[in-house]
């Protein structure tokens, strides 16, 4: 028997974090933090791999392009390494003004410099968004659906808050007991709140407007006015504009909260402004930083902390996996990804990277595509197949069988 794991190896629960650029000072501050981030002592000794967003194009605040359509060198990098992955809309209202041909000219300017980025976020009350505003109304100035998918975007937030702690398993009753506690305290906003989400989850069952909530899952395939298809996904937070500062990430991510997570093996996507500073508490200072994640480091072990667009990769992949195996010669073939957004297609290494099959079995053979590797893991009577992308491809025999060895990691 050979089961699909829900998170890969070792990991029990996942968390990402999905913060908005807005009041984020300077580049030189961004960069830094996310140093510190990368740099910080963790139990799985790799330091905190967490993505960040940016602005598309602005004047003054931190972007991917300045007015000119001049590409930062440090943001260039940062993409290249999987730290930015996010693109919140224009910066600037005025900006906006200019309708969807500049925002077409911004992202062919990304394009022609090799950036590519999964994640499109909606900057509050633009009229750009995406079913709340004109971005998918074919017609309107600010339509531009069509070119977000001809640029990449996979993903799509469009204001989809969940106050539930933990998605991708069933509602448990605890977590909607768990809202009128909520750390950051709503006070009058909590019964409001619950109520809220109750609605939201019972109408999701015959509504599309309410679609993302729908079984509490991270994310849902959404059609947009125009037809075009995207994944919409949900951020853990109370409501825009609440509990939504740097200074609320320590209780956010406490160590109660996190072994919850890891208890329910659930994941999330934690929504943020990293940039916005309340006194000491900022990301230009490091002991606050250090402080903020420390429980989080603690658990990197158990959790799989990790980019939101990699999380999001992940979670598709691994719902929709087409994959064989033959029982006799213990061959898996891993055939590809049924995408329901994007339609069926062959897997690639970035589509796989992170899946787990396990077994008792220690003799099993995976086909996977080129650039990946299989790193097979003993626990108990277990054994984890961990697929990873590798830059030397992996030789295979004339039935795609692979040829070398399997690395035992301990
Ligand atoms: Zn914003």
Redesign the pocket.
């Known amino acids: 028997m050979i089961q699909l794991r829900k998170y890969p190896f070792p990991y029990v629960a996942a968390l990402a974090i999905c913060s ?3 009041s984020t000072r300077n580049m030189e501050d961004y960069v830094r933090f996310h140093d510190w981030l990368e740099e910080m002592p963790t139990a799985s000794g790799r330091g905190l791999h967490i993505s960040d967003g940016l ?1 598309l194009k602005s004047r003054s605040l931190v972007s991917f392009l300045d007015e000119s359509l001049q590409l930062d060198a440090r943001v260039a990098d940062m993409v290249r390494a999987g730290r930015v992955d996010t693109i ?2 224009f910066a600037e209202l005025d900006e906006e003004e200019s309708g969807a041909p500049a925002l077409t000219q911004a992202l062919d300017a990304l394009s022609a410099q090799g950036i590519k980025v999964d994640i499109w ?4 009350r633009s009229r750009f968004s995406m079913f709340t505003g004109e971005g998918d109304a074919p017609g309107s100035r600010y339509y531009h659906a069509s070119q977000l998918a001809k640029f990449g975007i996979r993903f799509l937030w469009f204001a989809g808050f969940t106050p539930i702690w933990g998605q991708d398993i069933r509602v448990q009753p605890a977590q909607l007991l768990e809202i009128l506690q909520h750390p950051c305290g709503m006070e009058p906003l909590v019964v409001r709140s619950c109520l809220g989400i109750i609605g939201k989850l019972v109408l999701a069952r015959v509504s599309s407007r309410y679609s993302t909530y729908r079984g509490n899952r991270l994310l849902c395939p959404v059609i947009a006015r125009d037809g075009t298809r995207f994944w919409s996904f949900m951020r853990h937070g109370a409501r825009l504009g609440r509990n939504d500062r740097f200074i609320h990430l320590a209780e956010i991510l406490s160590a109660s909260r996190l072994d919850q997570l890891i208890r329910r093996q659930a994941a999330t996507i934690v929504y943020t ?1 990293f940039g916005k500073s309340d006194g000491d508490c900022a990301i230009t200072n490091r002991e606050a930083v250090m402080e903020t994640f420390s429980a989080l480091a603690g658990q990197t072990n158990s959790i799989w902390v990790c980019p939101t667009s990699c999380l999001l990769r992940y979670v598709v992949s691994r719902d929709h996996l087409d994959w064989t195996v033959d029982q006799r010669s213990a061959v898996l073939t891993i055939r590809g990804i049924s995408d329901p957004v994007s339609g069926y297609r062959q897997a690639t290494a970035r589509d796989l990277e992170g899946i787990t099959l396990s077994s008792h079995r220690g003799d099993i053979r995976i086909v996977v595509p080129a650039g990946m590797r299989v790193e097979r893991s003993n626990q108990g009577n277990q054994f984890h197949y961990l697929l990873k992308e590798d830059e030397v491809a992996v030789p295979v025999d004339s039935r795609g069988i692979q040829i070398q060895s399997l690395e035992q990691s301990s």
């Open positions: 908005d650029p807005d602005f919140h809309s976020s909606n900057h509050s402004h």
